[in-house]
């Protein structure tokens, strides 16, 4: 998924600029700490303590440029509009986010509203048209049928959490001024895949099947997660 996001920038902004970009839900601030090494100047919205906690250890142990490119606010990506003004940012981050929100929609609005004029917003959402893949290929027979009329499902954390359609998703883009731009499937073939599992000795090409699963049609429908690529109008 960082190529996806890292391709749409390339397509959007001259080689070498330095964006204003907010990613919220930052978690741990793995991606927020990638996009800061690679010269952008990047604020980690999260709620969550530990994950402030983790991400404050890892960004101390950056150089100082990297440090002073990063910045991390507690608060809930809910309330963008208290912390920064409208247009603030080139891209905004949402990834792994809507899942744990029941109402994404007044969200969604707040992050369009944080784009500047052709912004990027980049969404990583569980696949609700999907949701039945999962336990039918773990032989959840029950469970598979139960995912067919549902966007509601229980995460690998025991969580009960919701997906997303993607035509619900492009009418609501549309709605809020950042209409779909394009998409990609994510963890096509790879979602099945046990937690901790060894990392393959062929890593090389599951990622290169990954990839072209994830661009192509009919594969990308059908997988986990949907990468959504909106642009501020």
Not at 85 to 95: A, K
Not at 124 to 153: C, E, H, I, K, Q
Not at 171 to 196: C, K, M, Q, S
Request: with cysteine; net charge negative; glycine share 12%.
């Amino acid at each position: 998924m960082a190529r996806q996001l890292d391709e749409q920038i390339a397509g959007r902004y001259p080689v070498g600029r330095r964006l204003r970009i907010l990613d919220v839900g930052m978690g741990q601030g793995t991606q927020a700490l990638r996009l800061a090494r690679a010269g952008h100047q990047v604020t980690g919205l999260e709620q969550d303590a530990t994950m402030i906690a983790a991400a404050r250890e890892s960004l101390a142990c950056e150089p100082d440029g990297i440090r002073e490119r990063m910045r991390i606010i507690e608060g809930d990506g809910r309330d963008t509009g208290v912390h920064f003004l409208p247009g603030s940012f080139d891209v905004v981050l949402c990834h792994g986010v809507l899942m744990y929100v029941e109402e994404p929609d007044p969200l969604l609005a707040g992050l369009a509203r944080m784009l500047a004029p052709g912004g990027l917003l980049s969404l990583l959402v569980r696949n609700g048209d999907a949701l039945a893949m999962r336990p039918g290929l773990s032989g959840d027979w029950a469970g598979a049928l139960a995912s067919f009329d549902t966007t509601t499902y229980r995460n690998r954390l025991g969580l009960d959490v919701r997906a997303d359609r993607l035509a619900t998703l492009k009418a609501t883009l549309a709605g809020i001024g950042a209409p779909l731009h394009t998409w990609y499937g994510v963890r096509v073939f790879t979602d099945t895949a046990a937690d901790g599992a060894e990392v393959p000795a062929d890593l090389e090409s599951l990622l290169a099947v990954e990839e072209r699963a994830g661009r192509t049609d009919p594969y990308r429908g059908i997988a986990a997660l949907l990468h959504l690529c909106g642009v501020r109008g």
